[in-house]
């Protein structure tokens, strides 16, 4: 008779990519999609390691569970879109040396900002959630959220010139809408009002118009939630109805500054 915990966790299996296969073909696809590692100097290599990512893929996309003519279309799929994606990831790269006075160069962007390492990884997730690709894009937003800290769901839908800086803590909810040139800062929540299954197929998160900056552990709520275009939100804020374009929105807090002089000295004990 087989282990009641082993036969119980059979009845419930489902198809569930290897997590690990997962995690190197994204780290993998990142270093080819911009020629990072100093092998790429040679194209041969690079055209090989194209389509070794392709095969590994393949490996993944069929532990999901989908059809071989769904690979296929998966597989076309990507390989159409990819040269457009690397477009729009220049492009957020641009606007972090643009931006950050910190960002020194492109290739420290690539490889020392975590914040532009989420978004490209949300942008490949992004393709294949649209492809209708089961498990895999949440276990690479799971991936990058490990390794990061900045979870964005693969649904969510964000413009160009896309500008994380920092990034720790930032959460982007499934049905957040955010515009182009939009900046945010470590801690800022994009989320719902509250968790209810019943609401899964609604909006549930807020939409960021265009131009807008959200500093730091700022927190926005709600599906019937939009910040209007040309908007900074200031540090932790927190909202939950529409903010009309070109407002400034700040959390006014007090902080008593006083000489010490006014201050008796504390009371010591010597024992």
Same mark, same amino acid.
């Given at each position: 008779m087989k282990h009641p915990i082993y036969r119980s966790n059979y009845l419930k299996s489902e198809n569930v990519p290897d997590k =690990?296969?997962? #995690?190197?073909?994204?780290? #993998?696809?990142?270093q080819w999609l911009f020629c990072i590692r100093r092998e790429y100097s040679d194209y041969d290599f690079f055209i090989q390691k194209e389509a070794e990512l392709e095969a590994l893929l393949q490996v993944v996309l069929t532990q999901t569970g989908l059809e071989p003519e769904k690979i296929d279309s998966v597989l076309q799929g990507l390989k159409e879109a990819i040269v457009l994606l690397h477009e729009e990831l220049e492009e957020d790269l641009a606007a972090i040396l643009r931006f950050d006075p910190a960002a020194k160069s492109r290739s420290e962007v690539l490889t020392a900002y975590p914040g532009f390492y989420a978004i490209a990884i949300y942008r490949l997730a992004h393709r294949l959630w649209v492809l209708d690709v089961p498990v895999l894009p949440r276990l690479m937003a799971a991936y990058v959220h490990g390794k990061t800290g900045i979870d =964005?769901?693969?649904?969510a839908k964000i413009g160009s010139r896309f500008f994380i800086d920092h990034g720790t803590g930032i959460v982007i909810g499934e049905t957040t809408i955010i515009g182009d040139d939009v900046k945010i800062y470590q801690g800022v929540t994009l989320g719902a009002l509250s968790v209810s299954k019943e609401k899964a197929a609604e909006k549930r998160h807020p939409t960021i118009g265009n131009d807008v900056t959200l500093y730091a552990n700022a927190t926005i709520l709600g599906g019937d939630t939009h910040i209007g275009d040309g908007s900074v939100i200031g540090g932790n804020v927190w909202i939950t109805r529409t903010v009309p374009p070109n407002s400034l929105v700040y959390h006014k807090s007090e902080i008593s500054i006083k000489t010490r002089e006014i201050f008796p000295e504390p009371l010591n004990f010597i024992i």
């Open positions: =690990i296969q997962v #995690e190197g073909w994204t780290e #993998e696809f990142f =964005i769901h693969p649904a």
